[in-house]
């Protein structure tokens, strides 16, 4: 899951630079030909916008899994024991004086 | 009652997804700054990119990384609802603001500029 979300975040990357360099060198064309350069075109955009949900959704597939922030979960992990010992209930007195005391 | 709803999460969990959130937004606001630079926007236009953005990383997280139950991942802490969990996932934060503007700037100088 995440070297594919990796995988999609450098191919989007990739395809703004090729965006980047497309605009750049028809801005100037533009410019060479003495036209106003108010617009990009439309392939350039949607290939932009395109890089964004990609990058998007490459860093959302790359980011570490969450976990459910309930207790519940974290008690799936542990024991109520280890939670909740209830010390003032411990009882220290038990048959092993009778195993191996003398 | 407060309290009660409180002490139903468990801190190190929602603190770990925050952050983990918190770099997810942080590189898409600066992918979506590239992104509005190299597109020319100005003014409104790229702001409406960063709304747009904002949305959609919200929404996708909100589906991929939440599976579609956000307020069971994401919160601000006082206790799991739906609207604490939708405004923690749309709030970009100032600091992700600035990156956007950032990367703006950036690569509108660069594409547009030079």
């Known amino acids: ?102 | 009652m407060e309290e009660e709803k409180a002490s139903l999460i468990y801190g190190p969990h929602l603190q770990s997804n925050l952050s983990s959130v918190f770099n997810i937004k942080f590189l898409v606001f600066i992918f979506s700054g590239a992104t509005a630079g190299v597109l020319g926007l100005t003014n409104l236009y790229g702001f409406l990119l960063f709304a747009f953005s904002t949305v959609l990383c919200a929404a996708l997280v909100a589906l991929v990384s939440c599976r579609g139950a956000p307020s069971k991942f994401v919160g601000d802490g006082k206790g799991m609802s739906d609207k604490s969990a939708w405004t923690s996932l749309l709030t970009p934060g100032m600091d992700n603001v600035w990156g956007f503007i950032l990367t703006w700037t950036l690569f509108y100088g660069i594409v547009h500029v030079y």
Do not use: C, N
């Not at chain 1, 969450?66 to 008690?75: G, N, P, Q, R, V």
């Open chain 1, 1 to 102: 899951m995440a070297p594919l979300g990796r995988a999609i975040q450098w191919t989007a990357i990739l395809v703004l630079l090729h965006t980047a360099y497309s605009t750049y060198e028809y801005l100037s064309q533009l410019k060479a030909l003495d036209k106003p350069q108010d617009h990009i075109p439309v392939d350039v955009t949607i290939e932009a916008l395109v890089s964004l949900v990609l990058f998007i959704f490459g860093t959302v597939l790359a980011a570490p899994a969450l976990t459910e922030i309930t207790w519940a979960k974290e008690m799936e992990k542990r024991t109520i024991d280890e939670m909740d010992s209830r010390l003032g209930f411990a009882g220290f007195k038990h048959r092993g004086a009778k195993f191996y005391g003398s």
